[in-house]
């Protein structure tokens, strides 16, 4: 389904029943909202689920240009109002954590509890650079040059070794992600910093990271940033942890989301 919101068409899809809390689920770089299928297999009956392409990703409209996370968030906020979801639980993995954190941060009332999940808490000078060269090939070549390398990225070696199925999963996102879409967010990713403002966060949150992903540090850092927050790592897990280890995270999630 689509609908209009903050200027765009947003690709999503809701399950679960009428009646049940609303729980928001925010894509990563490169991927779509098929990431979360197995989370919403098993949690459909417990949560109201809204999942969403983010711009520029899957069906998701994908206009040119630099996107920024500010813009991401109003997305999901514009999104949530086109659907008269007054409040709800948010999860997202990666940029879809920055996102969840975010409009935690911007709109408080309309978020409940939140999941961060294998998210950097900012861009370094080091990182701005790698996605400005990453960028750089999306648009000379599109985006197969970026599969392997991205793979690479995000599956454990241990988990690569096995020929798990859902690595192909994975290869077929990226490979599909629009380039604009990649360019515009991969954008974002090169110059934020989430981290302001964490120490007042009212919000019961859990992050959750895999224990061989990249952004266990920041993850750890933010962790400690937000009073009473929850924090579970997943092993073995990289970037795309719902993948690598789909049983402990969904219980994960379910746990926190339904504790009293």
């Not at 813009?71 to 514009?78: I, Q, R, S, T």
């Not at 020929?163 to 515009?184: L, Q, Y």
């Amino acid at each position: 389904m689509k609908v209009k919101a903050n200027g765009i068409n947003i690709n999503h899809q809701i399950d679960g029943p009428q009646t049940a809390p609303w729980l928001v689920l925010s894509n990563s770089l490169a991927t779509n909202l098929s990431l979360w299928d197995e989370q919403v297999r098993q949690l459909q009956n417990s949560f109201r689920i809204l999942r969403y392409d983010q711009r520029g990703h899957g069906g998701t409209d994908a206009p040119e240009g630099r996107y920024t996370f500010d813009l991401l968030f109003d997305d999901a906020v514009a999104l949530m109002d086109a659907l008269k979801i007054e409040r709800a639980h948010f999860a997202g993995i990666s940029m879809g954590g920055v996102t969840a954190l975010g409009v935690a941060k911007r709109h408080p009332k309309r978020l409940d509890r939140i999941v961060v999940c294998d998210a950097g808490a900012g861009s370094t000078p080091a990182t701005s650079q790698q996605w400005e060269e990453r960028i750089a090939i999306a648009r000379e070549k599109g985006m197969q040059p970026l599969v392997e390398p991205t793979v690479a990225r995000w599956v454990p070696p241990q988990i690569l070794a096995t020929n798990a199925p859902h690595v192909d999963k994975v290869r077929e996102m990226i490979r599909t992600t629009p380039v604009n879409g990649f360019i515009g967010c991969a954008a974002a990713l090169a110059n934020y910093d989430v981290r302001p403002g964490l120490d007042k966060l009212d919000h019961r949150a859990l992050f959750m990271v895999g224990a061989q992903d990249a952004t266990v540090a920041g993850m750890k850092e933010m962790h400690a940033m937000v009073p009473g927050a929850a924090y579970v790592e997943l092993d073995p897990a990289g970037h795309i942890s719902n993948l690598d280890q789909p049983e402990k995270f969904t219980r994960a999630m379910r746990d926190f989301l339904m504790a009293a």
